[in-house]
């Protein structure tokens, strides 16, 4: 029943993030209008906005016009819902579900705002940076080389969460500051720009979340997933040398599988020590 509810509330929020997935690199608002076509405009009534069981009765058809609904909205909205089953299996009804779901879901809108438009929304990324700095005060994020990268709520005492706070604007500067001396040495060596500032952005919000660990974990498995990616479609012949990748993308996903896995990957990997 639990299970079943975290689902439906998956499903809801992955409507909603399509909303901002959508609106918010074009600068509209994510509250009005309603839901409308995007070819004929017609208003789409509740019936037909029911996530992933409308799509599927519609035939991925506007009712209207007959126009295909891009598959996004239905990929986000189930994506989210398997995203939220994963955070309840992993971390119960806890504090820790609300930080880890909401970790997920300002992944998931950068993950696809970049692969469509490449953009990175600076709301997105401030607003992320906000509540991951809030976060810490109530979920601990270790801070010092010795500590275990693991989970746990920071405790009542004011002096564990300025140590968790301190942890998270440590994981901030980590994750901003190792990205943009990428993104400046790239820049000296090939005189062209690979990286946005907008890949910086994304990594002072996903270190506030993940403590310096947990943002160059991200980043390491971001670049070998990046490189794998880009090496295959070049050897293919699918893509040039000047082609853009969405890395906000590849960072997106590798946060998210760190969020899951990356206390057990460091402790795997000390474990050689
Ligand atoms: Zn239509």
């Known amino acids: ?111 696809f705002t970049d692969l469509r438009e490449r953009i990175l929304p600076d709301v997105v990324n401030f607003a992320g940076l906000a509540a991951g700095l809030i976060a810490s005060l109530f979920i601990f994020i270790p801070n010092s080389v010795r500590d275990a990268f693991s989970y746990s709520l920071a405790g009542a005492s004011l002096s564990t969460r300025m140590n968790s706070l301190e942890g998270a604007f440590v994981g901030a500067a980590c994750g901003g500051g190792v990205l943009w001396l990428f ?49 295959s479609f070049m050897v293919a012949g699918r893509r040039g040398r000047d082609y853009e990748w969405p890395f906000g993308t590849f960072l997106g996903i590798a946060a998210i599988g760190v969020a899951f896995w990356g206390p057990r990957l460091i402790a795997w990997y000390l474990s050689y020590y």
């Open 1 to 111: 029943m639990t299970l079943f509810a975290v689902f439906l509330f998956g499903l809801l929020l992955g409507s909603f993030l399509n909303v901002c997935i959508v609106r918010i690199p074009i600068g509209e608002s994510i509250v009005t209008p309603p839901s409308h076509c995007p070819q004929c405009g017609v208003h789409i009534p509740p019936i037909d906005n029911i996530p992933l069981l409308s799509y599927l009765m519609l035939r991925g058809r506007c009712r209207k016009c007959g126009t295909p609904i891009s598959p996004l909205y239905p990929t986000v909205e189930f994506l989210m819902a398997l995203l939220a089953l994963a955070c309840y299996l992993s971390f119960g009804l806890s504090p820790m579900f609300a930080k880890w779901l909401m970790f997920c879901a300002l992944n998931i809108v950068l993950v």
């Open 183 to 231: 993104a400046e040495g790239y820049f000296r060596l090939r005189h062209k720009e690979g990286m946005g500032l907008g890949d910086v952005k994304m990594m002072l919000m996903a270190g506030s979340f993940l403590g310096w660990k947990g943002a160059l974990l991200t980043i390491l498995a971001a670049s070998v997933m990046g490189s794998l990616i880009g090496l």
